[in-house]
Nanobody, 122 residues
């Protein structure tokens, strides 16, 4: 019903930047909260940043001041600008969205993208 597709991952040197995108499509009436999460090998998935429909943001302490989350409600798209990347930022990054689906009243459904790999290495 709803698909989330991440893009923008890749290999970057320490100190470099990447911009991730998450595009939502399908039977979308409205998207409420959205967020980025990441999972490194052998570790649990962790929150990176979240953003409400009204653009209120929240960040993990480890990325504050370096990452910026944003969204374009008209395009059903979310972004993550990542600056000053560190080796410990390397992970698969997943986007998450809480979606009100057309034809299903006002119930929210939770959707995840397939993930995009971010590698930080010299």
């Amino acid at each position: 019903q709803v698909q989330l597709v991440e893009s923008g991952g890749g290999l970057v040197q320490p100190g470099g930047s990447l911009r991730l995108s998450c595009a939502a499509s399908g039977r979308i009436f409205l998207i409420n909260g959205m967020g980025w999460y990441r999972q490194a090998p052998g570790k649990q998935r962790e929150l990176v940043a979240t953003i409400t429909r009204g653009a209120i943001t929240n960040y993990a302490d480890s990325v504050k001041g370096r990452f910026t989350i944003s969204r374009d409600n008209a395009k059903n798209t979310m972004y993550l600008q990542m600056n000053s990347l560190k080796p410990e930022d390397a992970a698969v990054y997943y986007c998450n969205a809480r979606v009100i689906v057309i034809g299903e009243g006002l119930n929210e459904r939770d959707y995840w993208g397939q993930g995009t790999q971010v590698t930080v290495s010299s």
